[in-house]
């Protein structure tokens, strides 16, 4: 016997082996196109731009999004032969805004500096570091050789 039972937010049903046998009568509904909870893309069937869209990133909301949407509508809606070209005010002033808030838009210049400081700094330390087998060693020297039965072996020596 199948039943069901709400835990705070969440209903849970427990159904039997026969209400799984059973095919399922629910019936479908066409997905309405004016339907404003359906998921859209970016650029509406209208031609006009989806602010809600998820791939915006919330960029349409917050401190910057009244720049933002100018500068995103006049690239969207730009008729110029290099597109945007008029545009560059706009996106001037989102900018200056995003500048006034850079724990909210990080710049991007800042991101790739630091991320290039971590890696030169750990291979440059790798290198002044040395290795028993870099070229430059004179502590170690290694010599490979190959056997007679196709395996090989490695033989160190010591510089003195």
Same mark, same amino acid.
């Given at each position: 016997?199948?039943? #069901?039972? *709400? ?17 399922? +009568? &629910?019936?479908?509904? &066409? ?9 859209? $893309?970016?650029?509406? +069937?209208? /031609?006009?731009?989806?602010?809600? #869209?998820? @791939?915006? $990133? $919330?960029?349409? +909301?917050?401190? @910057? /999004?009244? *720049? ?5 509508? #006049? ?5 110029? =032969?290099?597109?945007?070209?008029? @545009? ?8 200056? @805004?995003?500048?006034?808030?850079? =724990?909210?838009?990080?710049? !991007?210049?800042?991101? !790739?500096? +630091?991320?290039? &400081? !971590?890696?030169? /700094?750990?291979?440059?330390? &790798?290198?002044?570091? $040395? ?9 170690? *020297?290694? %010599? ?5 039965? /196709?395996?090989?072996? %490695? ?6």
């Amino acid at each position: 016997m199948s039943y #069901c039972r *709400q835990e705070g937010k969440d209903r849970i049903i427990f159904v039997t082996k026969e209400d799984h046998d059973t095919p399922s +009568s &629910a019936e479908l509904i &066409a997905d309405d196109p004016n339907d404003p909870y359906e998921e859209q $893309g970016l650029i509406l +069937s209208n /031609g006009e731009i989806n602010w809600n #869209c998820p @791939c915006l $990133g $919330g960029m349409a +909301s917050g401190p @910057c /999004g009244s *720049q933002f949407k100018e500068a995103f509508s #006049c690239f969207h809606y730009s008729k110029e =032969e290099v597109k945007g070209s008029e @545009c560059i005010d706009y996106f001037r002033n989102m900018q200056e @805004c995003m500048q006034r808030y850079p =724990e909210l838009y990080p710049q !991007e210049e800042e991101n !790739e500096s +630091s991320f290039q &400081a !971590e890696n030169t /700094g750990s291979a440059s330390t &790798a290198v002044n570091e $040395g290795s028993a087998f870099s070229p430059d060693s004179d502590s170690a *020297q290694s %010599t490979l050789t190959s056997k007679s039965d /196709g395996s090989s072996s %490695t033989d160190s020596q010591t510089a003195s």
